[in-house]
Antibody, heavy 121, light 105 residues
Framework: DVQLLESGGALVHPGGSLRLSCAAS????????MTWVRQARGAGLEWVAS????????YYGDSVRGRFTISRDNVKNTLFLHMNNLRGEDTAIYFC??????????????WGQGTLVTVSS | IQMTQSPSSLSASIGDTVTITCRAS??????LNWYQQKPEKAPQLLIF???NLQSGVPSRFSGSGSGTLFTLTIASLQREDFATYFC?????????FGQGTKVEI
């Protein structure tokens, strides 16, 4: 079975940094693009960033481009999200999700349980 | 591409048939997916490419549409179907979701 386990969420001050991790198992990790999606409390889903299976292509939402960096370790089967210059509006649960394709098809067939990031002074 | 769902919430009874609408701000062909999210849980893929049920999804769920207008129909609503449903396009990055429709008892 596919399993995605996020970690790294925390309370951080505005302007601070954080690194989220997503440990993957149950599938051939480097065969699939991976994505981060976030959800503010009581709100909808917002796509954040995606990375191709090989790691050679990255895509970012406008609200995080230039502040967040997605990366992956295909040896350790782990996806990362490096977040810098955090703002209050970044407060959300962050989900990692597996794409159905190696090249960011935009269809997410497995999701982790999420990790909470709170940006507050 | 903006995705707009309606209604934002609805009340229904077990056994009812409910329909949720999703409208795209431009033509997305059939690149429309539906997710179900229960409280405090991760979203789960329900339907992909407008009308294809993800493995394990009951046949009472169905999807239709094309272009800019899509629907999710749940026939004979069951207790476990009370959840929030999101549409999402996979036509062209950036991927965007609808704001969600909460189906309540």
């Amino acid at each position: 079975d596919v399993q995605l386990l996020e970690s790294g969420g925390a309370l951080v001050h505005p302007g601070g940094s954080l690194r989220l991790s997503c440990a993957a198992s149950g599938f051939t990790f480097n065969n699939y693009a991976m994505t981060w999606v976030r959800q503010a409390r009581g709100a909808g889903l917002e796509w954040v960033a995606s990375m191709s299976g090989s790691g050679d292509k990255t895509y970012y939402g406008d609200s995080v481009r230039g502040r967040f960096t997605i990366s992956r370790d295909n040896v350790k089967n782990t996806l990362f999200l490096h977040m810098n210059n955090l703002r209050g509006e970044d407060t959300a649960i962050y989900f990692c999700a597996k794409d159905v394709d190696p090249d960011d098809y935009g269809l997410f067939d497995s999701w982790g349980q999420g990790t909470l990031v709170t940006v507050s002074s | 591409i903006q995705m707009t769902q309606s209604p934002s919430s609805l009340s229904a009874s077990i056994g009812d048939t409910v329909t949720i609408t999703c409208r795209a701000s431009q033509n997305i062909d059939s690149y429309l997916n539906w997710y179900q999210q229960k409280p405090e849980k991760a979203p789960q893929l329900l339907i992909f490419a407008t009308s294809n049920l993800q493995s394990g999804v009951p046949s009472r769920f169905s999807g239709s549409g094309s272009g800019t207008l899509f629907t999710l129909t749940i026939a004979s609503l069951q207790r476990e179907d009370f959840a929030t449903y999101f549409c999402q396009h996979s036509f062209l990055n950036p991927w965007t979701f609808g704001q969600g429709t909460k189906v309540e008892i």
